[in-house]
Each structure stands twice: as structure tokens, then as C-alpha cells.
């Protein structure tokens, strides 16, 4: 039943019945308890006695009167689901991300096909990675091999399986058994553009696809920075490889920019226009991306705060193996401030049970962490 109302109201939503903004007047006048109540036949059947602005009561008594097209439209909807074993992440779904949670302005309802448990990159992290489409060779081969350091860190990539730089960290995130999400400008079955249909059939298999467009929906120009502002919003950080001055990818570090999130660049030639954007980015304050480890510091750090945040850390109290692992990362300390990727390299615990193992211990003041480096503190 619940699912059904959901798919009325993806319906509802994208035939243009209601906005986002009319959903929260409902919400905050205490009229629905949650966004899909909108739906339900005791509020269609109520609409009349219940009090909001003339505005909104006008709209959804339209959308009463369309109650059975929009019925269509949603079962066509959940039959394609149904079809292309798709699934809907719904904003009070567990596995909603945190990162959109703490964002206005993101969809209620996702659609995706593939690997549904990677849209949780709580712990493990995630990059989004884009670029220019018809991108040099040399951001090319730099996308390849940060991408490649990223993963074995286990940390996500997100793109938006374009060609050119998209293409080639997906690629390479699948060719070395990474996790990898994809956003979609159209629906989930929208492979667009048409060449990279491969990297589609592993990403549907070994990755995630995430659209919030219903299935069915073709990718149209209007859609596309949309899609950037999801890409940007799942990530912890995000790394621009190359952009021309009116790049698509420009609106991906704008909204990166806007939700607090830290732009890396990869610095590039003065003599290309396809190379501009970027430059102009760094010009503005963009960090500049020269090593993996600059990356990776940043989402576990980010990693950390959200860990302290949900108060989720995973512990267990009496296990010898976390005190173990705790002492080799209080003995490297020690000797003088690590970043988490030193600490890694440095110890051999896995980069997951090193952002688990630092909350703790930032918890209790045992460590600080100052522009991505580890500190021990005098309470130790």
C-alpha cells in the first residue's frame, strides 16, 4: 500500500500537480505525516475542509480530479520498475543518504538498479570525479590512476557516466573491483549516451544506477545540472579533472561549492580551452589536486564527522583485535602527527576500520585532527 502511494506521488510530482515547497507547507501545517500522505484517499477525500493557502488547496483540488491519469501514470511506473528490477529509495528509507539529509533541496524519491546497499557511503566514503567529455590524455591518465588509489581505500566513486572523464572513472573503479555509482540524467533505463551501454551493463551488475527521473524518462539538456547537483551532494568531496569555461562540470563544483563540500582541481595547461574552467576554479579558491593522499584525508575526515554525528561508530568494547589495532595506531602517533593514509600504510588496518577506530578515539580526546593530520593529545 505504501509503495503504492509512493508511486503516486513520483507521479503526481513529475506531471506537475505539487512542488517540494508544497509538500512542506502540508508537512508543517501537521496535514500529512509523511510526503506520500498526499496521496491517500482519506486526504484526496478531505481536501475541501482541510486549511492551507488558496494557492495549494487550488492545486490539489485539480489533482483530485486527475486522480485516475495519475493512477496510469504511477502503474506504469511501478510496472517498469517491476521489469527492469529496479527499487525506490525513499527519503525515509534507512538507507537514505545522510549526506542528502543534511541538504535542502534533494528528492524525497530515488530510483536505482544495481547494488542497492552502496548508496550508503557513510563509513567507507565517497568522490565524485567529473570532467570534460572530450578530455586530454593527460587527465585521462591522472582520473585513471587517482581513481585507482581511491579504491583501494575503499573509498566510492560517483559520476555521471558521460563519456570521456566519467567513463574513465567508472571504468576503472569496476576493472579494479571498486564501488562505483552512477547518476543518470533520465531514468534508470536510459542509457545515455549510447556508447558507454558497456559500462552500463557492469554498473547495473557491480555498481549502482541512481536517477530521480521515473523510469522511462529520456535524458533531455534541462535535466543534466540537476543530475550534477545529486553527484556533488552524495560525495564528501569532489575532483574536477579537467573543464572548459562553459563546462556542464562547472555546475558540478558550483554546487559542491554551495553544499560545503571541498573542490579539488587538477592543474592543468593555460593553453587549452577545455582546461580554463578549471583553472578559473583554482583562481577562486579550489584546493589544488596534486596526491591521493590530499583526498583521502579529506573524506575521512569527513567519514569521522558524520560517524560523530550519527553516534554509530561500531565498536566493540571488549575486543582485543580494536585494542590491538588502537595500540599500533597510538605507537605510530607517537612519533609525530600521521594523515589517515600514513596511518594505513603505516599499520595495515583497513582504511574502514581506521575511520571507525579515530572516531572513537577522537571521542574521548585521545587524538585531534588539524588540517588532515592525527595528533595525540596530553589526555592519552
Known amino acids: 500500500m505504501i509503495d503504492n502511494l509512493k508511486f503516486m506521488w513520483v507521479a503526481a510530482f513529475h506531471l506537475g500537480y505539487f512542488n517540494n515547497k508544497d509538500i512542506n507547507e502540508l508537512l508543517n501545517l501537521k496535514l500529512i505525516d509523511k510526503f506520500y500522505d498526499v496521496m491517500s484517499s482519506e486526504f484526496l477525500e478531505n481536501i475541501v475542509a482541510i486549511s492551507c493557502s488558496a494557492k495549494l ?14 493512477s496510469k501514470t504511477a502503474q506504469m511506473y511501478e510496472d517498469r520498475c517491476n521489469q527492469l528490477n529496479a527499487f525506490m529509495i525513499c527519503e525515509d528509507d534507512m538507507d537514505y543518504p545522510n549526506n542528502w539529509r543534511m541538504l535542502s533541496g534533494m528528492p524525497r524519491i530515488v530510483f536505482g538498479k544495481g547494488r542497492r546497499e552502496l548508496i550508503n557511503i557513510d563509513k567507507t566514503g565517497g568522490v565524485a570525479i567529473v570532467g570534460s567529455r572530450k578530455c586530454s590524455n593527460y587527465a585521462k591518465v591522472a582520473t585513471i590512476m587517482f581513481t585507482q588509489e581511491l579504491v583501494k581505500r575503499g573509498i566510492s566513486i560517483i559520476s555521471g557516466m558521460a563519456d570521456g572523464i566519467d567513463r574513465a572513472a567508472h571504468e576503472t573503479a569496476l576493472v579494479n573491483s571498486g564501488n562505483t555509482i552512477a547518476f543518470l540524467a533520465g531514468g534508470v533505463d ?9 559500462i552500463y551493463d557492469q554498473l547495473i551488475v557491480n555498481g549502482l544506477v541512481l536517477s530521480e527521473m521515473p523510469p522511462g524518462t529520456k535524458a ?3 535535466y543534466f545540472p540537476s543530475r550534477n547537483r545529486l553527484i556533488s551532494a552524495l560525495s564528501d568531496t569532489c575532483m574536477i579533472m579537467e573543464a572548459g569555461t562553459y563546462s556542464g562540470t562547472l555546475h558540478t563544483a558550483s554546487f559542491a561549492a554551495a553544499q560545503g563540500k571541498n573542490v579539488f582541481v587538477l592543474p592543468n595547461t593555460i593553453y587549452s580551452e577545455n582546461t580554463l574552467g578549471g583553472l578559473e576554479l583554482i583562481a577562486d579558491g579550489a584546493r589544488i589536486l596534486l596526491k591521493p593522499e590530499d583526498v583521502i584525508d579529506e573524506v575521512a575526515e569527513c567519514c569521522l564527522n558524520k560517524l560523530l554525528l550519527k553516534g ?4 566493540d568494547k571488549n ?3 580494536v585494542l590491538t589495532s588502537e595500540d599500533k595506531i597510538t605507537e605510530e602517533l607517537s612519533v609525530k602527527p600521521r ?3 600514513e596511518l594505513v600504510q603505516l599499520t595495515s588496518i583497513s582504511y574502514t576500520e581506521l575511520s571507525v577506530l579515530l572516531s572513537e578515539m577522537e571521542i574521548r580526546g585521545s587524538i585531534i585532527v588539524e588540517r588532515g593530520k592525527f595528533t595525540l593529545t596530553r589526555f592519552n
Open 57 to 70: 488547496k487550488l492545486k490539489l483540488t485539480e489533482m483530485s480530479k486527475k486522480i485516475t491519469d495519475i
Open 190 to 198: 536510459n542509457i545515455y549516451p549510447w556508447v558507454n551501454k558497456d
Open 220 to 222: 533531455q539538456k534541462q
Open 312 to 315: 554509530d561508530l561500531g565498536l
Open 319 to 321: 575486543s582485543s583485535r
Open 339 to 341: 594523515t589517515a593514509d
